[in-house]
């Protein structure tokens, strides 16, 4: 496997970096004990204590990104409340467990996004990201295929198969939505064990062709749209830097 023959010392600065980049986000995913049923039912039956653990680790992951991080997350937080009022509370692609839309879910999602991209920056994922893409395309490969033949998650191997097929037109992408991928996937295992949220057993509970797990495999796809409206909005508010940067690009091919 590519990532293993990647040399001693990058190899433990890899696993830096994954840990902090990854790490401390997987450990989140248990900070959704406090809005799971079984905390309701026995401890407190509020999202306020969730709430403001996020609202806190959100401030300090603010304060520590760099500039454009920092407007991209703010840009994440935006998207993410229209993104939840439209997908959740309109269309019904999935349900929270107090039938709202939690404050900590898109703080969650700039969060995630900033983590993404702080990771995909770093020097070390940077030098041998053709071999971790590799990695994760196999571990994302397997995981789809697994929750189709044992959970018949159609709706969300269909999602996989399209986010492969739009990387193979972006392949300076694959590194980004690969690693989405996965804490998405994570993130979603955890919130749904614990009863945070749940999906319906067809896509948006209306195609019926489409027979989904409680989570499906492939909703990261719908990143792709946070993606591009963050990218979007980014780039308007920067039109003349954003300019001459491509002017740049174009003389250098």
């Known amino acids: 496997m590519g990532v293993l023959k990647i040399p001693k010392y990058d190899l433990k600065k890899f696993i830096n970096v994954f840990n902090r980049r990854f790490g401390l986000f997987i450990i989140f995913v248990f900070v959704l004990f406090f809005d799971s049923i079984y905390f309701i039912e026995n401890i407190l039956d509020s999202q306020i204590p969730i709430n403001i653990l996020m609202i806190f680790g959100f401030i300090v992951m603010y304060w520590r990104a760099n500039p454009r991080t920092k407007e991209l997350m703010i840009y994440a937080v935006i998207l993410g409340f229209g993104g939840e009022y439209l997908f959740s509370r309109g269309l019904n692609m999935y349900t929270y467990r107090l039938e709202n839309v939690p404050l900590y879910v898109p703080l969650g999602h700039a969060a995630l996004y900033g983590r993404i991209i702080m990771f995909s920056k770093a020097p070390v994922v940077r030098k041998y990201h053709k071999k971790i893409e590799r990695l994760f395309g196999i571990c994302i490969g397997i995981f789809a295929t697994v929750y189709l033949i044992f959970f018949s998650d159609v709706f969300g191997f269909v999602m996989t198969i399209c986010m492969f097929l739009l990387l193979w037109k972006r ?36 195609f019926t062709f489409l027979p989904s797990n409680n989570p499906p495999s492939g909703i990261s796809l719908f990143y792709f749209l946070l993606d591009i409206g963050c990218f979007f909005m980014y780039t308007q508010r920067h039109k003349i830097t954003w300019s001459r940067l491509k002017s740049i690009q174009r003389n250098h091919v």
């Open 171 to 206: 392949p300076k992408d694959k590194l980004f939505f690969f690693s989405m991928y996965i804490l998405v996937a994570i993130l979603e295992i955890g919130g749904t064990a614990f009863g945070c949220w749940k999906w319906p057993s067809t896509a948006f509970d209306v």
